[in-house]
């Protein structure tokens, strides 16, 4: 069932078959701890011989192995194995709903859905219901690419966030008495899981109905207090080049088939996803900060200034003893439309004021001008840190500056990227390593 004027489709969802082991059948987003194989050692270990997405995923860590495209066969092999045997099962139509206990908060709720790929689009000046929130590098689809263009099946770790304050979508449904679809503790400090079957026409109806209520366009300009704004009813939030990549191989599907029309059909042109209430309380958003190497400081920060002039905007440098005197700065400059962005260097640390700022988030102002800096640096690199105290050690030493960027108001989300459209990369980090979701829930991209 295909709801088009909310980009959703009722899905078909597969799960593994009753005696199945699912503390081994679940394991983490394959796009984390990408620099920690040790990680994914225990998770091997673990697992052992039992059936797990562990055999049907490719773990990032591993993507520049030589043995990669074996490695994408064997994924593909196990996927159909799991098909053939009846590991896997059909539910039938319905949603999953999904309750989520971390490490960090009680309870982060979530709908599985399937999303329609032909009403998303990442490029800049995209006025699709489902937009992408940060920008797309292109260059990261081929690897990922490869991975899923044979696969008969997907298994997601998208997690896709929609703009609620009401609550009038994911949260009524835990009011109703659903039959459990499962009941986990996963692996490696990941929490718990639980999910229930969403398959009545009573219970659907509800759901889709509270989205086509957020997609009016009357109220959607009241929501956010714009006019001539095309509507956004989805914007990404982890696994943003996952689903790239599915509407990359949807588009290649779409040109290359024979019949136009029996191809809008095909499972392909749907992905499945975990709708988030960006307004639920067991979702945070935590700030990824910058340090630059091998750079001159005083003319990076120099240059900034230039490259604000140019865009009508005035910085103010203020070189501060001690971070007790930079807080104490900070703590000075009140009133609207300014962007503070401490920062410190070999000299010490200091605190830059943008005034009347072309963007809405700092991160954009300060990200907008490194990528341009960058670009004419060559030496130069940057890394993305969390947590203030790597920054003040790595942007202390010669050579290097680091930048403490806020962390995004999650409840700022929507309208920013109604106004300044996808985010720089690396604005925000939803929850910790540990809380990034989980594979559970597959389903079948193949006809």
């Known amino acids: 069932m295909i709801f088009k004027n909310i980009a959703l489709q009722l899905p078909r969802i597969l799960l593994p078959k009753a005696g199945t082991d699912l503390a081994k059948w679940a394991v983490i987003a394959c796009d984390q701890y990408t620099s920690e194989p040790e990680y994914w050692n225990k998770a091997a270990a673990i697992v052992g011989d039992e059936p797990s997405t562990l055999n049907i995923i490719f773990p990032e860590v591993y993507l520049e192995d030589e043995d990669s495209e074996q490695r994408i066969t064997a994924i593909n092999r196990a996927m159909q194995n799991y098909l053939d045997e009846g590991i896997l099962e059909d539910q039938g139509e319905g949603f999953i709903l999904v309750d ?42 081929p690897p990922r690419i490869r991975v899923r263009q044979n696969a008969p099946i997907e298994l997601p770790h998208i997690m896709v966030l929609i703009d609620d304050p009401k609550k009038t979508v994911i949260e009524p449904l835990f009011e109703k008495e659903l039959d459990t679809a499962y009941d986990i503790t996963l692996m490696l400090n990941g929490g718990h ?41 989805y914007a990404m939030g982890d696994g943003n080049h996952s689903f790239a990549t599915a509407k990359a ?36 958003f935590e700030p990824i900060h910058r340090v630059l190497f091998d750079v001159d400081a005083e003319a990076l920060l120099a240059g900034l200034g ?38 410190v260097d070999a000299t010490g640390c200091g605190l830059l004021v943008v005034e009347n700022p ?61 106004l300044d459209g996808a985010l720089p990369r690396k604005t925000f980090s939803m929850g910790e390593a540990d809380e990034k979701r989980f594979y559970l829930e597959c389903r079948k991209i193949i006809e």
């Open 100 to 141: 989520r206990k971390t490490s960090e908060v009680e309870s982060r709720k979530g709908l599985m859905v399937a999303l329609d790929l032909d009403q998303y689009d990442y490029n800049e000046g995209a006025t699709t219901l489902i937009r992408a929130t940060e920008g797309t590098i292109v260059d990261r689809l």
């Open 193 to 233: 899981v639980k999910g229930w079957r969403v398959n009545d026409a009573e219970t659907v109806k509800q759901v889709t109905d509270a989205l086509a209520a957020l997609a009016d366009p009357e109220a959607f300009a009241d929501r956010y207090d714009v006019s001539d704004k095309p509507v956004v009813l």
């Open 249 to 284: 191989i949807w588009e290649e599907l779409k040109q290359n088939a024979v019949d136009k029309e029996a191809i809008m059909n095909h499972p392909a042109r749907f992905a499945l996803v975990e709708l988030v209430n960006v307004h639920d309380p067991g979702l945070e």
């Open 306 to 343: 230039e490259f604000c002039a140019a865009k009508d905007a005035t910085v103010t440098l203020h070189r501060c003893a001690d971070r007790v005197e930079l807080a104490a700065r900070q703590a000075t400059e009140t009133g609207d439309n300014k962007h503070l962005i401490p920062f």
């Open 358 to 418: 072309a963007f809405h988030l700092t991160v954009a102002t300060l990200q907008s001008y490194l990528d341009v800096y960058l670009e004419k640096n060559v030496k130069a690199r940057i890394d993305y840190i969390h947590g203030d105290e790597p920054v003040t050690r790595l942007g202390s030493q010669p050579g290097n500056i680091g930048f403490y960027l806020p962390a995004i108001s999650k409840h700022d989300l929507f309208k920013t990227i109604i």
